[in-house]
């Protein structure tokens, strides 16, 4: 097949071969701004009650060990939301449950900002981590969908930046917001930006083109989203739209066939343990900064730098694993984020030093697990690349709710910063050995070698 031809009468379209042998063009970036800005608005609501912690705490008289308990509600939720709707999105489709799932946590953030108790923020957490944990991987997976498979893991990853820069600008604008407003605002406006984003992504989001395939029966519905990726091409009214063979059977269970039960496994003890430390963060850092004599407004701020360090660390760390192994280059992040969120209970309240080191725990944590998604997002074929990552993060995801709970009780022990951050150190530990089996494996998955079917 070849670039701006006509393809010849009777001749199967391999849409996997087509998207492979695409250049970047202005609808694949499309496609990337747009799952990004749903992962965006993601990330500001995942985040949003970790910064605004503080504030709840003190405004309800929730203690740790009960604000620990709704910090692992909207976990839970998350858990069920990414397992539950990533095989929903491989056989029904990605976009429907994207845009589904940004509506429903839309709904549970406006009603978040009406709570009054413990039990109450619980409930309305898990139900928004359901809408929450849905977006991350089929938003993910439609990105890799799309993109040529020598761009792919960088391209996915800058789509998962999305969620990082969600996650980072939320600390700033929560800040901002808490020094004329409530907590309550917060979720206010959580609720508001994915509605407005809506319907952009209800017009222009498409469905991935191998999934309709695989479903058959959307001839229609894939010639006009070739025509959109593909404006100077043409295909006869008898050509056969074909991708990879679809492999029948449950779909967690074909994550274990054929051999690839050797990543799977350590993939996701990998995430857990980087999703353990890195919900931590997200749910306590600010708590213990202020803790540690840091005012409120600096406390915030320091936080997000959790985010952008993760940024900057998956931009450097994505490059090395296209040269190097990139579980080697993930275990020696993982040795290095340890070390990172050690130093920041050792840097106590002075805030230049907790900046240093909090964005260098974002840099190795984040930046490490920022690119961890877009590897999975790789490991997979496309029959099953959305329930790869969704359980890959589900699993993880499961450190959501742990990672939490193991804060709210060391703070209710009235553990010092220094030990609490210390004993969050250990699961960075657990990640690299992780990936330092990944890396022994001689298991490679090829899913573009499948037949097309």
Known sequence: ?????????????????LIDEQPIGSFQVWVLLLCAAAMFVDGFDTQAIGYVGPSLSAALGIKPAALGMVFAAGGMGAILGTLGFAPVADRFGRKPVILGCVLLFAACSFLTSFANTARELMGMRFATGLGLGGVVPNALALTADFMPRRFRVTLVLLAWFGFSIGSGLGGPITAHILESHSWRTVFILGGVLPVCLAPLLWWSLPESLQGLAQRGGHEPQIRATLARLRPHSSFPADAKFVT????????????????????????WIMFFMALLELFFLNSWLPTILLKAGISQHQAIVVASLLHFGGIVGGLALAPLCDK?????????????????????????????LAMAATFFAGFFTFGAQNTANAIAATNYPTAMRSSGIGWALGIGRIGQIVGPLIGGLLLSLHWGTHGILYVIAVPSIIAAAAAFFLRASSMQLRPETEPAV
């Open 244 to 267: 990879l063979k679809k492999q029948k059977g449950f779909p967690v269970a074909l994550l274990f066939r054929e051999g690839r039960s050797r990543v799977t496994i350590p993939l």
């Open 1 to 17: 097949m070849h670039l701006g031809r006509a393809t010849p009468a009777g001749a199967p379209v391999n849409l996997t071969e």
């Open 324 to 352: 190097f192994n990139p579980y080697f280059v993930l275990a020696i992040a993982y040795v290095f984020s340890g070390a990172c969120i050690a130093a920041i209970g050792i840097a106590g309240n002075a805030a230049m």
